[in-house]
């Protein structure tokens, strides 16, 4: 409980900031949203749904690879859910802790759930530092701000480095030291089995592949719905601008908060304000908040209606 007050601490300390940093442009952000065209709006929402329809294939996917049985609508229902719990659990991943423990009902393996559903997030995280690192090849020599270079190639050499400790074990016995560190706090164990379920997708390459193409897919539709609003808002900015900069926003949305919140508004200002202007950066820190409310309803009303998913948080648990 202390953690989950402390994250929720730090989103309303940020949309405080916020509100202060940019309180004198209120109205310019109204003036904005008003005047929002109706229709490119309207069509951003409903791709932005296509994305959740499309995570599900590749959360099937990848359950599909641990011989573990999750049909697309439980694959559907299950990604809608967790976009509801994220609003409630530490991070805007901390849905998937919900996600994993209702698929092992479905699927009677807690482990591999678990794995999966781990999995799932992995795949979606290297795309957001995929897709800005192919991206940035083409801005490199006009790069106003320096910090972007870094931030995206750091994130490339880390996600490179990982992905060798998790599929080489020779690599990965080099770090020994950690699982008997691990193993003291009585969790070695656990996360020993969680490694070698990932692990074993190494004998999974077409599986992979497929689910990145996925992640590739979901994530592009996603960026493109950004596109779409600030469009929409009256920002006029080349399209490959937005497969730059909106997957760091994605990336440093994850950080400690309540999904995001206030974090992830004022990345939006930092990274589209050069190009499209504070106000309608802001504007668009509000709609796609709209857009995670609305498919988080969907995800409220799924969990309330399918009573096999319905779990009991000790307050131990929903703390950590």
């Given at each position: 409980m202390k953690k989950i007050l402390l994250r929720s601490t730090i989103s309303f300390l940020f949309l405080g900031l916020l509100f202060f940093l940019m309180r004198e442009d209120i109205p310019e952000i109204i003036h904005a949203l008003k005047h929002v065209n109706q229709g490119l709006f309207a069509t951003a929402a409903l791709i932005f749904l296509l994305t959740?329809?499309?995570l599900a294939k590749?959360?099937?996917?990848?359950f599909s690879a641990e011989d573990a049985r999750?049909?697309?609508?439980?694959?559907s229902n299950l990604t809608f859910v967790g976009y509801f719990f994220n609003n409630f659990l530490p991070t805007s991943v901390g849905g998937d802790i919900v996600k994993a423990m209702c698929a092992a009902r479905i699927t009677g393996e807690s482990m591999k759930s678990a794995t999966c559903v781990l999995m799932d997030r992995i795949f979606g995280l290297f795309t957001f530092v995929l897709i800005p690192s192919f991206s940035l090849l083409f801005f490199l020599k006009k790069m106003g701000n320096p910090a972007i270079?870094?931030?995206?190639y750091s994130l490339l050499g880390s996600s490179a480095v990982f992905f060798v400790l998790l599929f080489h074990r020779g690599s990965a016995r080099r770090f020994r030291f950690v699982e008997m560190l691990l193993n003291r706090a009585k969790i070695g164990q656990t996360l020993r089995r969680l490694y070698d379920g990932l692990h074993n997708f190494k004998n999974h390459k077409r599986v992979v592949a497929k689910a990145l193409g996925l992640s590739l897919v979901a994530q592009g539709i996603s960026i493109f719905v950004v596109y779409l609003m600030a469009t929409a808002l009256g920002g006029h900015v080349p399209l490959l601008y937005f497969y730059l900069l909106i997957p760091m926003v994605h990336l440093i949305s994850m950080l400690p908060s309540l999904n995001g919140l206030g974090i992830r508004e004022g990345a939006y200002i930092y990274f589209l304000k050069p190009y499209i202007g504070k106000e309608i950066a802001a504007a668009i820190g509000i709609l796609w908040l709209g857009f995670l409310l609305m498919v988080s309803v969907i995800g409220g009303v799924i969990y309330l209606l399918r009573h096999d998913y319905h779990i009991r948080f000790k307050t131990s648990t929903a703390a950590t």
């Open positions: 959740a329809f499309v590749r959360l099937q996917l990848i999750l049909g697309f609508r439980d694959a270079p870094l931030i995206v």
